[in-house]
């Protein structure tokens, strides 16, 4: 795999950019009904990023794997925009190169983590399944953007510590979380199965903070006999934990 920090024009990019709109349609240009001026716009949308992004694509056998637009703010990196060749490669060979993207440019930036919204308006859940089924590095929050953040290893080894408790939940300050699955419930919305010192509880996360160097979690934490009670978790997805 070679990983490629894009300096100069590359048409390859472009016409792979071209591929994944005609196809993945990641944005609504459904009321564009013009060809023309849908291509106009997909241009202009390539142009924006290439112009306003850090770009980075891996190959393999010369060809175009996985693309990855990053803008850099303070403290992390915005995946303003990515996309695969699934025309190539599978799934996984996608996200390994994504990763491996990843790496590279957290270095190269000097930033500690990436962060990222779900943009696209097509197929939003099924986009959430592919994440969730193939990307075991990536955590969607439960914020209106839905957002990602990617941890340095496999997310079932992040830890979250403990960082604030009310009454009911203050004998559990300071003490390491791990993450075991996370899933929809329609009357409570996603709920995280955490794992304190081998004993369950379930977090319904309400509000999530990103903050320089860590991510900070607002829920209802519940066990197993039902008592209930305010956390804030930290979590820092760079951590080598």
Not at 71 to 81: A, E, I, K, N, Q
Not at 202 to 207: I, M, P, R
Not at 208 to 221: A, K, N, R, T, Y
Request: proline share 3%; net charge positive; aromatic share 12%.
């Amino acid at each position: 795999m070679k990983i490629t920090h894009l300096k100069d024009e590359d048409p390859r990019i472009w016409k792979e950019f071209w591929n994944f709109f005609q196809h993945s349609r990641p944005y609504d240009l459904g009321s564009i009904r013009s060809p023309h001026l849908k291509r106009k716009k997909i241009e202009s949308l390539f142009d924006f990023y290439c112009d306003q992004c850090e770009v980075y694509f891996t190959e393999v056998n010369e060809k175009i794997q996985s693309v990855i637009f990053l803008t850099p703010y303070s403290s992390w990196l915005d995946v303003t925009f990515l996309f695969g060749v699934s025309r190539d490669f599978k799934g996984s060979d996608l996200i390994r190169g994504a990763h491996a993207i990843f790496d590279t440019a957290l270095q190269d930036h000097n930033k500690n983590y990436l962060k990222s919204e779900i943009r696209r308006k097509h197929k939003v859940e099924a986009y959430i399944k592919w994440v969730e089924r193939y990307d075991k590095r990536a955590i969607i929050f439960n914020d209106p953007p839905n957002t990602v953040v990617w941890c340095k290893s496999n997310r079932m080894n992040a830890k979250f510590k403990v960082v604030g408790t009310n009454q009911s939940t203050n004998h559990l300050i300071g003490k390491e979380a791990s993450l075991t699955q996370s899933y929809q419930k329609k009357e409570h919305g996603l709920l995280r199965e955490l794992m304190i010192e081998d004993k369950k509880y379930l977090l319904d996360e309400k509000s999530v903070d990103f903050l320089p160097s860590f991510v900070l979690i607002h829920g209802l934490l519940s066990d197993d006999k039902e008592n209930v009670g305010r956390v804030a978790l930290e979590f820092t997805p760079q951590n080598e934990k």
